[in-house]
């Protein structure tokens, strides 16, 4: 074998959706058997006796540090067995992508489990609304840490995602994955991920990110699917951050939005699902237009985006990497560490809105700085931040 040819071999097509069988079904059982006699599965992953146990837990809360449990669960999985070989009860998860089939168990009893420990810090009734909402999330940089923290704490079973870039050895600093997914679209590594957290969620990729053209479908869907109930705004294009909006407006829904700045986050949140006046992004650009927007230069970007932030929430380095791009750096500096602040700061805003709880209606500011770093509201401290706040407003003639 010439191994230089061998790896110059293309991967092929990117599978990012999973394929469910029920093995009590004999056509579910071929379509297994033929994947394992063509070598497709390579991998098997079986403790399906142990989510049975913990299923078994949660359904009987009492009873599990009582002597009598082993007993009664032995009786149980006995009841099972009894009726159906235990290989073909639940449900096998076969991903393409890694070769794995995955025994796990059906949806009700598996969302169950899953979020078993979320009791009560999220209610039933608010699980169940966050688990079957549809969430729109635009851009997977920081989007990708905002899904991850949603589909953790059992939200979102139906997703629609956009991002047109494909995953780069530079943004691995803040995206949680591994190397083998260099040069994957970052929608396909996002929906593979939403998978395996639910296997049982339904993920539509929009792998040329938004534009004029489909951005009504990402909300409305183009596929039958539901209307989005909220969406999530992580894309860096300002232009069509302002069609984000139109759409919201006119479907009624809230926007949330975060931004990364230094250790910390902005977190902006638009409700316009309770005032459809509510002005884009509450004036902080001034008057903007589709068209103002798509037309601006580099320098034009950096200002208007300072101006959104606010110069005197720009962190002091953030400050300083602004006006070194293009110089000594090649971008905008982003964290791992404030990615995922964000993720957990858009995540606790979707499910409070989901859920039609009270939340910030503006902008809220997540600062670590200010938490943990001495002396950081002294008089002096606060003076010089105000000072340096001033200098970079002047850069930029705001």
Same mark, same amino acid.
């Given at each position: 074998m010439d191994i230089s040819e061998f790896l110059k071999r293309p991967s092929g097509a990117h599978d990012s959706k999973p394929i469910v069988f029920d093995l009590s079904i004999e056509d579910h059982r071929t379509q297994v058997t033929v994947l394992a006699s063509t070598h @497709? #599965? *390579?991998h098997i992953s079986d403790d399906y006796t142990e989510q049975l146990k913990e299923y078994f837990q +949660? *359904?009987?809360?009492?009873?599990v540090y009582t002597p009598e449990f082993s007993a009664l669960f032995d009786a149980y999985l006995k009841n099972i067995e009894a009726q159906t070989p235990l290989w073909q009860h639940g449900r096998w998860v076969y991903f393409p992508w890694n070769s794995t089939i995955v025994h796990i168990l059906e949806e009700s009893a598996f969302l169950e489990v899953r979020t078993a420990r979320n009791k009560n810090l999220i209610t039933t009734e608010e699980q169940n609304k966050y688990y079957n909402a549809t969430i729109g999330i635009a851009g997977q940089s920081v989007g990708h @840490? +905002? +899904? %991850?923290?949603i589909a953790l704490q059992g939200g979102g079973k139906h997703w629609r995602i956009a991002d047109h870039d494909a995953l780069a050895l530079s943004n691995t600093n803040r995206i949680r994955v591994g190397v083998e997914n260099l040069g994957l679209p970052k929608v396909v590594m996002t929906a593979r991920q #939403?998978?395996?957290t639910n296997p049982y969620a339904t993920v539509e990729i929009f792998s040329d990110g938004l534009t004029p053209e489909n951005i009504e479908s990402f909300f409305i869907s183009s596929n039958a699917g539901p209307k989005l109930d909220i969406v999530v705004d992580e894309i860096d294009n300002l232009a069509v951050k302002f069609l984000i909006r139109e759409q919201a407006r006119k479907h009624k829904l809230a926007v949330v939005m975060a931004a990364d700045n230094g250790d910390n986050a902005v977190v902006d949140i638009e409700r316009y699902d309770i005032d459809p006046t509510t002005q884009f992004f509450h004036g902080r650009m001034g008057e903007v237009s589709?068209? %103002?927007l798509s037309t601006l230069d580099k320098f034009g970007i950096g200002k208007m985006i300072t101006k959104h932030v606010g110069p005197e929430n720009v962190t002091e380095r953030m400050q300083q990497s602004l006006l070194e791009m293009g110089k000594t750096i090649v971008s905008w500096p982003q964290l791992g560490g404030a990615a995922l602040i964000n993720g957990a700061a858009v995540a606790y805003c979707v499910r409070k809105i989901l859920n039609g709880q009270p939340l910030e209606s503006n902008r809220a500011l997540i600062s670590l700085d200010e938490k943990l770093t001495p002396e950081y509201n002294s008089p002096e401290q606060v003076a010089y931040r105000t000072k340096i706040a001033d200098d970079f407003r002047k850069i930029f003639g705001l």
């Open positions: @497709a #599965i *390579q +949660v *359904q009987n809360p009492s009873k @840490a +905002v +899904v %991850m923290a #939403i998978y395996t589709f068209e %103002m």
